[in-house]
């Protein structure tokens, strides 16, 4: 998907990092959720990669990044469903 968008342009190329890594904050979000309160190492490690990866998603906008499509966003939300439910089970 990510040499699909490299294909179309740098905009859209930008959009897409700038999107999938707003779909990692979120999906870091609720992983944050589910772990025990007590397990302060853990939600260090959460809270430092949904920094790094805010910051990923802030620097593609101030390079030019195109907002994308709502159909895109929610293409890339099942592929990002379908491959975290495929780790699940292997």
Do not use: C
């Amino acid at each position: 998907v990510g040499a699909l968008a490299g294909l179309v342009g740098d905009k859209w190329s930008l959009g897409f990092i700038d999107e999938t890594e707003k779909q990692v904050v979120n999906h870091l979000d609720k992983h944050k959720e589910s772990i025990s309160t007590r397990d302060k190492r853990s939600e260090a490690i959460i809270e430092k990669m949904r920094e790094e990866e805010k910051a990923h998603s802030i620097e593609a906008q101030k390079a030019g990044a195109e907002e994308l499509p709502d159909e895109i966003k929610k293409g890339m939300t099942m592929l990002a469903r379908l491959m975290t439910n495929t780790s699940y089970h292997l």
